[in-house]
């Protein structure tokens, strides 16, 4: 990958494959060359999320011919499931004068992380058996007005199809004839990848003005 007068020596995505979250931090060095005809300076480093740092040594000046190491750090801590997080890496020729804009270069790791089960328990609180957690049944909607519409989410994590996640929207509307506090069940359904249904109950409190 080439980007202006700085390049990546190797690979400037890197897969890190499947990777556990009880294992912690994984990290990749990226060796970066400077094909100029001037030297560079290093300038800011940022990424695409809180779980990627970008290690390295700002205002480094890298000489032509010369290169420099780069290190991305990635926390699998509750990022569980596929992930593709980026790093850009700023940099520009060294003057006395005002520089133009920055270059910028972007190094990228990605992978699959299995969750720990700790972290599961903790993301899918309500068990529906051996093969399917919930992240909430009951949701508390607090004060509505007759007529008025709430949304809430339920992801649903499919213990039987690799901890694949299902995100499920589920619409409440107010009946225009209740009033005071209500505790309204919704039957909602969902299906597995090998075609087969099944159910379960949400509850939704509810003061109706």
């Known amino acids: 990958m080439i980007a202006d007068t700085l390049i990546v020596l190797g690979l400037a995505t890197v897969s890190l494959g499947t990777i556990h979250e009880a294992d912690g931090v994984r990290q990749q060095q990226f060796w970066l060359r400077n094909d100029g005809q001037q030297a560079v300076l290093l300038g800011q480093g940022y990424t695409s999320c809180g779980c990627t740092t970008i290690v390295y040594e700002r205002g480094t000046e890298v000489a032509p011919g010369d290169s420099t190491a780069v290190i991305l750090r990635f926390n699998p ?3 569980g499931g596929d992930f593709h997080e980026t790093a850009t890496l700023k940099y520009g020729p060294i003057t006395h004068h ?6 910028h270069l ?5 992978g699959t992380c299995i969750t720990s089960e ?10 529906l058996g051996d093969s399917l957690r919930l992240s909430a049944n009951r949701f508390d909607l607090g004060r509505m007005r007759r ?3 709430k949304e ?3 992801v649903v994590l499919h213990r039987d199809e690799n901890d694949r996640r299902e995100t499920i ?3 409440y509307q107010a009946d225009a004839t ?23 109950t949400v509850i939704f409190d509810v003061v109706i003005l």
């Open 98 to 103: 005002p520089s133009p804009a920055s270059h």
């Open 178 to 200: 209740a009033t005071g506090m209500q505790h309204v069940e919704r039957m909602v359904t969902t299906t597995t990848v090998k075609g087969q249904t099944v159910s379960f």
């Open 147 to 149: 007529g008025e519409v």
């Open 118 to 127: 700790e972290t599961l328990l903790r993301q899918f609180p309500v068990s």
């Open 106 to 110: 972007t190094l990228s790791l990605t």
């Open 77 to 79: 801590a509750g990022k």
């Open 152 to 154: 809430r989410t339920v």
């Open 169 to 171: 929207t589920i619409g």
